[in-house]
């Protein structure tokens, strides 16, 4: 055996050493693989649900394809006479939202930073957290106990001095949705910009103070490009979720009064689905792969946007 070959086999039985030393790590690492795989990639089969005329009989890949050379469901739901009500409600509900919860949550997450009573911060983060973990319709059932035009507090404050019904009048819902989510989760939403926080280098601090910096400039100049590059991360990831608002928290506020500004595509495709009288899962589909592509997309020209701008883009 010439010595090459000796090196060879030397080579071999060190890797089949060090996967055999190593095998837990690779137990652990296979089962949430096999469960992605299982949950998130084996029902894109699914998919395949939205060009098709389906029929329970012959099942989805038997099923014949639909006209329009397949195309036949995302024509009927762009020509679909509320397609332009739901998209708007959609975007302004997901961008609204945006505006508004980051800045919040930065601004909580900076307050915090700076509270120099340990006690304080604590029952502050405790008292900020706590709605996240409130389920959605318990938290929904609260909004409207609150904000009832007989008996809430708020609620009946402002409908007997100014005539204002918050649960019946379609043009605020909007922002009850919002600033309640705001008041949800704030907080929770926080935790990633103070985890940033505490990364900064706090002789820069010392630095700004020996130069008689205030609090406002130390803020501005310290603080915020440290956490600069975490918000376009979120806001990146947020753009995806643009057209997939979750439908739970929606469906919950949801009644005949202020139907105009809460029909988004996932209540509407929740409806034709699973509601309905005669479920139609192939127009739901193509309505589900409609809003997952306008995300991808989405997240790609914003990620090009942020790398552009500032090199944080992270694909």
Known sequence: MSKKTKVQLGHRKTFAQYFLGHWQLYLMIAFPIIMLFIFAYAPMYGVILAF??????????????????GWYNFIRFFSNYNFRECLRNTIVLSVYSMLVSMPCSIILALSLNYAKNLAYKKFVQMVSYCPYFISTVVFVGIINMIFDNRAGVIGSFLFNNFGINVLGNASYFSSLYVWSGVWQGVGFGAIIYMAALAG?????????????????????YVDIPAIIPTAIIMLVLNMGGTLNIGYEKILAMQNQNNIAMSEVISTYSYKVSLVSSFPDFPYSTAIGLFQSLVGLILILITNKIADKLSGTGFL
């Open 52 to 69: 098709k005329d389906y029929k329970v009989s012959l099942g989805i890949w038997d099923s014949p394809w639909a006209s329009n050379h």
């Open 200 to 220: 900064v280098d706090q002789e820069q601090h010392e630095a700004a103070i020996i130069d008689g910096a205030t609090l406002l400039q130390r803020i501005w």
